[in-house]
């Protein structure tokens, strides 16, 4: 079985931080392959400042050369708007694939408001990347509630295809400062001055 990492978000704009935690968590969790699937939409951003999508595909695949990360845009041409249902179709895609998601530390603070968070978890293991300021809140978020007695020890983190979900691991990694937000503060209109690729689904 093929061991795959799924990091699912906007990219808007794909950064150096997303290329160095995916790198790291690659190594972390002995990953084959993983994957950047690009969301055509957010549900809980609502389309605030949000880039084309071609801008944000083709920043993602830029941030990802040369490396064995896959850009994907398995949603959009699975026509999924929710994580629960892009996993879904993903998993019955790929049979040979044993899957675990990854997320930041910052999006665990949102996690109980996705759509059938708790199926998410049952679905897959969770690994979770550190970020910088938001550590100590993610293991107090609201879905922690629920998920504190399936935390694993971060020593087994190579050992994941064995568990049985649910099952959350926080990676520790080196952190990485760069911020989506940041950058689209210092140019707002960067998704103009990108060239558009179109990365093919794994």
């Known amino acids: 079985m093929k061991r795959v990492g799924l990091l699912g978000g906007s990219f808007n704009p794909a950064h150096e931080g997303h290329r160095q935690l995916s790198l790291a968590a690659t190594e972390a969790l002995q990953l084959d392959e993983l994957w950047w699937l ?3 939409g957010n549900p ?5 400042e949000m880039a084309p999508y071609e801008a944000r595909l083709a920043s993602a695949a830029k941030a990802a050369a040369g490396t064995p990360i896959k850009v994907s845009d398995f949603e959009r041409q699975a026509g999924t ?5 892009t996993l879904g179709a993903i ?8 899957f675990v ?3 930041g530390a910052d999006t665990i603070a949102e996690f109980h408001l996705w759509k059938d968070w708790r199926t998410i978890a049952q679905m897959l293991p ?7 300021g938001y550590d100590e809140g993610a293991r107090a978020a609201c879905a922690m509630g629920w998920l504190s007695e399936y935390v694993r020890p971060d020593s087994q983190a190579r050992d994941w295809t064995e568990w049985s ?22 140019d707002p ?12 689904s794994p």
């Not at 708007?81 to 249902?85: A, E």
């Not at 998993?91 to 044993?98: E, V």
């Not at 969770?126 to 910088?132: E, G, L, M, N």
């Not at 209109?189 to 093919?200: A, F, G, K, N, V």
């Open 81 to 85: 708007r929710y994580t629960v249902d």
């Open 38 to 40: 690009v969301s055509p």
């Open 189 to 200: 209109d960067w998704h103009r001055h990108i060239r558009s690729e179109h990365p093919r």
């Open 101 to 103: 998601w990854l997320m």
């Open 165 to 186: 979900p649910p099952a959350i691991l926080f990676l520790r990694l080196p952190t990485n400062p760069t911020s989506a937000t940041a950058l689209r503060a210092l």
């Open 126 to 132: 969770i690994a979770v990347f550190p970020r910088t």
């Open 44 to 48: 809980l951003k609502h389309g605030q």
């Open 91 to 98: 998993i019955a895609a790929y049979p040979d694939c044993r």
